[in-house]
Structure formats: structure tokens, C-alpha cells
DNA sequence: AATTTCATAGCAATCTTGTATCAAAATCAT
DNA sequence: ATGATTTTGATACAAGATTGCTATGAAATT
């Protein structure tokens, strides 16, 4: 999916983060490879200090233009960029990880429709279910 | 919640996970605190060497005595020992965490039912979802 | 134009979390 | 008992993430 720094620019843009160098260099990074990358895969290939890329990601993530997998310590590209991902609608986005090849998908789920069907409408298979929810609870909110 | 080695023991034991002393030190120490437990807590509580604490706690959480919880790298000690956790039925485990008080709360959740309902009811306001389905996907199922 | 402010960046160090390896011991099934 | 399998123990190391501090540069204030 290969991104020119032009392209990258306007995602930032268009998300209204600050355009600042290390977001054009990990963004334009996270454009040449493919599916999850970890922090260290883009430190590692573009020699730069772990701060550095960390911010960058914070930032990217934050703003909606990736997505961190929780279980994989890894980030991907949003799919659903039109999308709220906030909370408080009638959908939920749900990323699906093969454990074999490694793909992930990401899934825009009606809530009032059933997950179970959704997998196997996909053809996916699932072994294990990660449901977290950060939030505040009753005596903190 | 305080367990003695017997009971610790007996935990194993109904779970059909082989009685060993890392694990039975371990489900003691667990025992002994309260909410989410960090796996370098349990290495320095017992003065024993990371690959010992990490082995135990995978047995204990591939057998349901413990969950991890993903986006707090913690384990904790699973509330609805007697359901199947596994995937494929009407109901679904859920997490809440309050980032204010660290409170970590494990919902049945009946798949029919809808969630945001569920979380009003509990008080909980949601802030950040993580929702991660490993398995196999279309292609190497 | 000069000054303050504030977010960001760079660098080094450190902390936290988790694995690889490999040999010794314990367990189990003939 | 003997051999296979599982589990442990110890050392080392890799991977993941943050902190502290200084510096820079753009935007707001004077």
C-alpha cells in the first residue's frame, strides 16, 4: 500500500495532527509493509530511538489513523477511517487475528446482529476472545 | 481470598493441571493479593526466576483458573470457574478496568443481550474497547 | 520585533515484560 | 527398571515501553 510523503501528509492533515517528521517517517514505513508492525520492526528499520517512534505512534493512534493490537503489541492501519470508533454507538469494531498466517481483520460489527454469524459468514474460526473494556467504574466515574 | 496449599492444590487438581510446586506457589501468592497481578510481581514477591513464574501462569490460564488481561500484561484469577470459556456458545466473557481504581470486573455476558445495557446497568462508563478474536482465518482454517 | 509558551523532538538511560537455551530432575507408561 | 515425556532450574538475552532532560521551533502575547 505504499504511501509518498505526499500521501502521508494529508492523512496527518486530514486527521489534524501535526505534521512533524517522525509521523511522515513512521507513517510512510507503516505504508511498505503489510498488515500488524511492532514498534521495534519500524525502530529496527528506521534506525531511530525508541521515544521517537513511540510518540509517533501515540499520536497516529490517538488520531484514528492506526489501530493498536492489544494482543499482538502491534499496530495497524484503520480500515474504517470514516468511522466513529468512539463508544456509545450501535457499532463495535472487532479485529480478527489469524494465529497461522497472521492476518488481522478488522471488523465493523452491528451490535444488534450476531458475532457468532459474522465469524462464520467469514469463515473464521475462533479459539480464543479477548473482550476488554478500560473505562470508570461506578465509584470512580 | 487467602488459599492454603491444600486448597491450591485441590484448585489444580479439579482442573486436571498437574500438582507441581511453581504452580501451587503461585496460585498461593496470587492468593494473597487482590485484583490484577503482574507476573514481576509474583517474580520478585517469590524470589524465583522468570521462565518458572511464566510457565505456571500459562498452565494456570490455559486450564481457566486465571485469565490474562491483554491490555494490562496482568493475570487474575477467573470468577466463573464452572462456565466453558470456550468460544461457540451464547455467552461471552468480558472485562471491565477502571483506569481510575484499577478494579478489574468480569461480566458473563449474554450474547443476546445488548452490552451497552449491560454496562449502564453495572455504572460502568466505557472509554476504551478492545475487542480481539484469535483463531484461524478462511484461508488456513 | 522581542518574549513567553507549549508541543514536539533528540538522546541516553532505565525499566518492564517476556523468551531462548540447555542441562538436570521428576513423572509416566510400558 | 528403562526409555520417553514433561517439568524444572539457571543464565542470559530479546522485546517492549517509559523517564528525564535538553533543545528546538512554531504560535500566542506583549
Chains 1, 2 share one sequence.
Do not use: W
Amino acid at each position: 500500500m505504499k504511501l509518498s510523503r505526499a500521501q502521508c501528509q494529508t492523512i496527518l492533515e486530514t486527521h489534524h495532527v501535526k505534521v512533524t517528521e517522525p509521523r511522515l517517517a513512521v507513517l510512510e514505513f507503516m505504508g511498505t509493509q503489510t498488515g500488524p508492525i511492532k514498534a521495534y520492526d519500524i525502530i529496527h528499520g528506521l534506525t531511530v530511538n525508541p521515544p521517537t517512534v513511540y510518540r509517533a505512534l501515540t499520536s497516529l493512534t490517538e488520531a484514528g489513523i492506526l489501530h493498536r493490537i492489544e494482543s499482538l503489541n502491534a499496530y495497524m492501519f484503520c480500515l474504517h477511517p470514516g468511522h466513529d470508533h468512539a463508544h456509545g454507538h450501535d457499532h463495535e469494531i472487532f479485529f480478527t487475528i489469524c494465529d497461522q498466517c497472521g492476518q488481522v481483520d478488522e471488523i465493523d460489527h452491528d451490535l444488534k446482529t450476531n458475532l457468532t454469524s459474522v465469524l462464520k459468514a467469514r469463515n473464521f474460526k475462533p479459539k480464543r476472545r479477548i473482550f476488554e473494556i478500560h473505562g470508570a467504574c461506578e465509584n470512580c466515574f
